[in-house]
């Protein structure tokens, strides 16, 4: 009896230690979780700050985009970028040139935010497979791997902020003279509700995804890979301690958005045609008068027909050359900032991590 019960003591002593030193390692699982937790909302500050730096340094040219994108071919306002510009100033005047950016900042930082928080996850996880698949343990993301990584990123950002994006286009067409006003974002949607239905949120949807893999994908393709390849051939003395500097980086987001926006530009057109779609006040928002019938389109592949034919295949690319000035820099300025940010948080991942 005496040995049961020093065996039973044994085995309670046994089962206390076990339970203490599992509490002991749970405890110590904990910060990594936090620390974790705190990295990751940095990263999503990060994002969201440099999407709303980069877009509201370029609002006008933005507005001006759409505009152009709208603009009916029969009442043609204005052609040119410098002309456009000229003509918002001169009929709305400086607010004017800003008009819609505070609904395309409301779309534009959650959309950031997610957007470069995804990729960094999705470049994990293809690393990851990529690393197993090949059993290198040293493997690095090759440019269409990057690719990938990055039309993943533009597709779950895209569709997360997309309601947002397609009354931010409606917001930044009309004008003083427009019939009918959207006071801002909650009115404009409570009022695309009320009369089209919650499907015309999310009309243009579908080429704006077809879009956002080839323009978001090369975008953080061609970036990544630009600053990788400075880095390790060390051309022109670029690359100091294995970094670049912000105008070398500036420059190499410049590149990447000059080729991401000229690939995926006429989907965005037909975006931009397909959400003005319902909008019984639409025509005379583009075309400055109420005489034109309203804007009817069946679907992507309807809308694509119908510009090429009355328009001609240029009108796929209509307001390009004020959206060329404005993707360079603002892209650009995004990355950067991006990245100098989550320096300044003292965030330790990197996107070329």
């Keep these: ?9 044994e085995s309670a002593v046994t089962k206390i230690v076990n339970l203490a030193e599992e509490a002991k390692l749970a405890r110590q699982e904990i910060k990594p979780t936090s620390h974790a937790v705190l990295s990751i909302c940095k990263s999503l500050v990060a994002g969201g700050v440099a999407g709303g730096v980069s877009r509201t340094a370029v609002a006008p040219l933005e507005r001006l985009k759409i505009l152009l994108q709208v603009q009916n071919p029969h009442n043609i306002k204005f052609n040119g970028t410098v002309q456009g510009l000229q003509y918002i100033w001169r009929n709305e005047g400086f607010r ?6 505070g609904a395309n900042c409301a779309r534009i930082v959650p959309n950031s935010a997610v957007k470069f928080f995804s990729y960094e996850q999705a470049s994990k996880g293809i690393l990851y497979l990529y690393r197993k698949q090949t059993r290198n343990e040293n493997a690095e ?13 533009g597709i779950i950002a895209m569709s997360a902020t997309y309601p947002l994006d397609m009354v931010r286009g409606r917001l930044t067409v009309q004008t003083e003279k427009s019939p009918y006003q959207y006071r801002g974002m909650v009115h404009a949607l409570s009022t695309i509700l009320r009369e089209e239905g919650a499907r015309a949120l999310y009309k243009g949807w579908l080429p704006s995804v077809i879009g956002v893999v080839p323009y978001v994908g090369l975008n953080f393709a061609v970036y990544e890979s630009l600053k990788d390849w400075l880095v390790k051939s060390k051309t022109f003395g670029l690359s100091e301690d294995g970094e670049l500097g912000v105008v070398t980086r500036l420059a190499c987001g410049a590149a990447a958005g000059t080729v991401g926006q000229t690939v995926a530009y006429p989907l965005d057109v037909i975006r931009r045609r397909m959400q003005m779609v319902g909008w019984k006040d639409a025509s005379s928002i583009v075309t400055g008068d109420g005489k034109s019938k309203g804007m009817e389109y069946n ?27 404005k993707v360079v820099p603002s892209i650009a300025i995004a990355f950067v900032t991006y990245e100098q940010v989550k320096g300044i948080l003292g965030v330790e991942i990197r996107i070329s991590d």
Excluded at 143 to 152: I, K, N, S, V
Excluded at 299 to 313: A, C, L, P, W, Y
């Design 141 to 153: 993301l090759t440019p269409l791997l990057r690719l990938g990584a990055g039309a993943c990123a």
């Design 96 to 101: 004017g040139l800003f008009k819609g950016n």
């Design 1 to 9: 009896m005496a040995s049961e019960d020093v065996k039973g003591s």
């Design 299 to 325: 679907g992507m592949i309807d809308t694509f027909r119908k510009t090429v034919r009355h328009e001609g295949f240029r009108a796929l690319y209509k307001g390009l050359v004020p959206n060329s000035v």
